[in-house]
């Protein structure tokens, strides 16, 4: 006999080779949570659909649709995808086997010269089944991701103020409700940086969210303490990006997000690493000024207008110099000047504004100014 003839013979009697392949199964799917009727089932449609393929035989739509539903099924139950492709060349072997039991002495280099049709049998199976298993992992990994940034999005709009959203959303984002968090907010552009970022965090077991934001990324991270946060810097080293403080708990965590995104706002055009909400709160405080930053900066500088023009930026890089280093001795170094030009200049900035730097108050009011006119 044929092989053909042989697959013929076979699939009117399938039960009895289903059920070898179970119990030849029960090893590799040990632990796994697909009953053994369903198994039973499964076995039966798949040699089936083997053997009429093998025999040239219609296939009904039952039997048809077997490879994409086992597939989908078991990524479904939580089988992983080794074992389910063992199980697959568990049912070339049965088949093989049950062909060759059942041919005549005479009709066995026949058989062998038609294994290739057996073999292309089982494949289109087994793609089928890998085809649907892989794109159901696809479509369960979306829908968590999805349930992650529903909820997400609803601690936010609750503020963090809801016990029973804040539950919610630390057991769908793997998260502990009281634990230490910050926010890391990357700007838009192509994210193959933060590859690197993800698998080191994945390596040193730090949960992790990852949200799209109209301003580009958000990603959460759980801290193991509150120093945790300055970590999140060394774990971003390289990616431009605005780290939040620290916050205790989901409850506060909404309030690190807009911090984040202040932050991010606020970085300068020439960051290429990531830079802390603490670093740059002159910024973000002009930043929030909105339509009243122009007032500041007539306020705090107009009167450099009184100066000649070709002091205003001399006198300008001075000021700005001794505001971030607060000492002339440093600033005229930096400047490669005498320390008494920088005294005479901060005296000028002084008789055209009314604003002293070299006193408290003044410093932060035109530190935020100058950050300000950044800004327009």
Known sequence: MTVEELSRELVRDVAPLAGRFVRELGAPYAGTVVPEETLLADAHRSL???????????????VAGASAEIGAARAEAGVPLDTLLQAVRLDARVVWDELRLRADPGDLPSL???????????????????????????????????????????????????????????????????????????????????????????????????????????????????????????WFRGVRCAVSPAVEGLAELPRAVRLAELTLYA?????????????????????????????LVRDALGGLGELPARDVARVLETVERYLRTGSVAETARQLYCHRNTVLNRLHQFASATGRDVMTSADATVVTLALRARAYE
Request: no cysteine; glycine share 8%.
């Open 48 to 62: 089936e659909l083997i053997l009429r393929l093998i025999g040239r035989l219609p296939v009904p739509e039952h």
């Open 112 to 234: 062998v010269a038609e294994a290739p049709r057996v073999w292309e049998a089982v494949e289109h199976h087994s793609m089928g089944i890998l085809a649907a298993y892989q794109q159901r992992v696809l479509e369960m990994a979306q829908a968590r991701q999805d349930e992650r940034a529903r909820w997400f999005a609803r601690l936010l709009e609750s503020d963090g103020r809801h016990p029973d959203i804040r539950r919610q959303a630390a057991t769908v984002l793997g998260f502990e409700e009281g634990a230490w968090f910050a926010v890391v907010a990357v700007p838009p552009g192509p994210l193959t940086a933060l590859r690197p970022v993800r698998e080191q965090l994945a390596v040193l077991g730090v949960r992790v969210h990852t949200q799209d934001w109209p301003a580009g990324s958000i990603v959460v991270l759980q801290l193991p303490t509150r120093a945790g946060a300055a970590a999140a810097e060394g």
């Open 267 to 295: 970085l300068p055009p020439d960051a290429s690493g990531p830079l802390a909400t603490r670093d740059l709160w002159p910024e973000i405080a002009a930043g929030m000024l909105g339509e009243f930053r122009t007032d």
